[in-house]
């Protein structure tokens, strides 16, 4: 039987900072990125952030959501799986990159309507308003084109208004999103993932038995937080 320990522990995350990736010596460059750096090497998750990259890539989902408690992990996983397609396209260099425009970390912590979450994912892209039009109307124009992944953390006080995200993948049909939320998302379209806690066994393990991933995570946090 498996018992189910917390995810990543919870850390201040650093504001996002803007880089384009270098380019591999051959084939195409890696997509721009403004992804935060964690202050900590993440621990675990291999398989599933394999699967959440490998969904990402599916024609079919547009919109992936991570759903969890506070503190499971539910950001650093996200830019895990961010991290890995960033990678696939500099190892399969001879194949289309599936965000060739990029991949894109908007913090959502700070908005409190839809009206913020338009200016936010504008700052992120790098868009500047620029007309009378009204922004809603710029931002989508500007993404109707463009191929590229919008990271949405912590949504779950923006439920109400995600009918701007219904909008902006009808508009912009080369976007996907994935978002972090503690609650679903009322659209149908979304691709729900439910993030469980790392397990750790039950009974004493073996002398010799490789640590679990909930035993390298409270190893890493004891060392960090000397008693």
Not at 60 to 73: D, N, V
Request: charged fraction near 15%; hydrophobic fraction near 45%.
């Amino acid at each position: 039987r498996q018992l189910r320990a917390t995810g990543q522990a919870p850390a201040a995350m650093p504001a996002p900072f803007a880089v384009s990736l270098p380019s591999p010596t051959s084939g195409q460059p890696k997509p721009v990125a403004n992804l935060p750096q964690p202050p900590t090497l993440f621990v675990g998750r291999a398989a599933e952030i394999k699967a959440l990259a490998d969904r990402l890539q599916e024609p079919a989902c547009r919109l992936l959501t991570l759903i969890g408690p506070g503190g499971i992990g539910k950001t650093r996983l996200a830019l895990e799986v961010a991290r890995q397609l960033i990678d696939r396209s500099a190892i399969t260099p001879d194949t289309p990159a599936h965000f060739p425009e990029g991949i894109f970390f908007v913090d959502l912590m700070p908005i409190d309507s839809a009206a913020g979450m338009v200016a936010a994912m504008a700052e992120a892209v790098g868009f500047t308003f620029y007309s009378n039009t009204p922004p809603q109307q710029q931002l989508f124009n500007y993404l109707k084109a463009r191929k590229l992944l919008l990271l949405l953390d912590n949504f779950e006080h923006l439920c109400p208004e995600s009918s701007l995200v219904a909008e902006l993948l009808a508009a912009a049909p080369g976007v996907k999103m994935m978002v972090t939320s503690r609650d679903a998302l009322p659209l149908q379209s979304a691709y729900l993932h439910l993030i469980q806690g790392l397990d750790y066994a039950a009974e004493q393990p073996a002398v010799d038995a490789p640590a679990t991933d909930a035993v390298r995570l409270f190893v890493q946090c004891a060392q960090r937080h000397p008693a």
